[in-house]
């Protein structure tokens, strides 16, 4: 069991899950190191902060960027000696097949999206490790144990996320290490990375991009403040897997009765709900 009384840092603090991360963290008696590309952003999380008597540093970063992620590490362990959990939450969404997105394209989400995960790891380990107890929590998605089409960037990277994330949580436990991991799969969450994400090149249709955003928002049920609750609940109990969602639930069964076909039935369910909304 982690406890919450160090220091937390969080990337992607922003907004969505980081930012109500941050809110609940500090709650429980967390301080906080917050980082985010978005300064506006990280100002107005850190001035409602302000009331809970935590001390909150803010960091502007860019996680596609390794050295900046190194910076990042040093200054929030300077800032706050006792940080022992690191929280690698930034990510973005990029939309179109395959054929629709090129090598760029691909490689700008994966130094986010995956590289940004390794690096922030990477970083903070060291910190971590001389700490009497510790954890990191690395993103993943319900599209790291499922693989839908139109998804092949963002699963193929959060599918990595799950492995690296899988193979270090062992190699820690092998070495009796006072730093636990866990990798967390939300389904459905209630932010704006939808809207804020990418098309690909070959993605000239806008309707089809808009048709996608509106699916996402009609089936993310979970609020972001439930994400955080749940993955703060899953670092207390230190739980190797974070599933939010009864969505995220569903999916992890289906992949496991039905490892080679899944597909089959979730495109049904799609269908039926796009025409119950229709």
Request: aromatic letters at 6%; charged letters at 20%.
């Amino acid at each position: 069991m982690t406890a919450l009384h160090g220091a937390a840092a969080v990337t992607g603090a922003a907004g969505g899950i980081g930012r109500a991360l941050a809110l609940e963290l500090a709650g429980r008696g967390c301080d906080l190191a917050l980082a985010d590309r978005d300064e506006a952003g990280l100002a107005s999380v850190a001035a409602e902060l302000a009331s809970r008597g935590r001390k909150v540093t803010t960091h502007r970063l860019d996680v596609s960027d390794p050295p900046a992620i190194a910076q990042f590490a040093d200054a929030a362990t300077a800032a706050h000696p006792s940080l022992n959990i690191v929280i690698n939450n930034a990510g973005v969404a990029l939309f179109g097949g395959f054929h629709e997105i090129d090598q760029a394209e691909m490689e700008w989400l994966f130094n986010i999206n995956f590289w940004g995960v390794v690096h922030g790891t990477r970083a903070f380990l060291p910190h971590l490790s001389r700490q009497r107890e510790a954890h990191i929590v690395n993103l993943s998605s319900i599209f790291g144990i499922i693989a839908p089409p139109g998804q092949s960037a963002y699963a193929a990277a959060k599918f990595a996320v799950r492995g690296f994330s899988e193979s270090l949580r062992h190699e820690l436990a092998m070495a009796n290490s006072p730093v636990k991991l866990s990798v967390v799969h939300p389904g459905g969450v209630a932010t704006a990375i939808a809207r804020n994400a990418r098309a690909g090149h070959g993605m000239t249709d806008n309707a089809r991009r808009v048709q996608a955003i509106e699916r996402f928002e009609r089936l993310a049920k979970t609020s972001p403040r439930d994400a955080a609750l749940r993955i703060i609940a899953g670092i207390e109990r230190n739980e190797p897997r974070i599933l939010i969602g009864g969505d995220a639930r569903f999916m992890d069964l289906l992949q496991r009765f039905m490892p080679g076909t899944y597909w089959k039935v979730m495109a049904k369910r799609l269908e039926k709900a796009a025409a119950k909304d229709a």
